[in-house]
């Protein structure tokens, strides 16, 4: 059996009395490898959907450029 680590495929194959414990182990290492490689993915977007709030505030407060004559 080949199970993608993510929500889903842990929650499906937790579900499944039929899983066998050998598949839960391969994606418990799986999971673990992917979770260790993404870093503290959760602070990162923290600081991106900030950064992005922060930006969108100065474009709403330039002032709008005249025209030259």
């Known amino acids: 059996?080949?199970?993608?680590?993510?929500?889903?495929a842990i929650?499906?194959?937790?579900?499944?009395?039929?899983?066998?414990?050998?598949?839960?182990k391969a994606l418990r290492g799986h999971a673990t490898s992917l979770l260790k490689a993404q870093g503290d993915l959760k602070g990162?977007?923290?600081?991106l959907e900030k950064e992005i709030?922060?930006?969108?505030?100065?474009?709403?407060?330039?002032?709008?450029?005249?025209k030259k004559k």
């Open 1 to 8: 059996m080949t199970l993608i680590a993510y929500g889903t």
């Open 11 to 24: 929650n499906t194959a937790l579900r499944n009395p039929k899983t066998k414990l050998e598949d839960l």
């Open 44 to 47: 990162a977007l923290g600081k």
């Open 53 to 66: 709030k922060a930006r969108e505030k100065t474009l709403t407060k330039k002032p709008a450029k005249k």
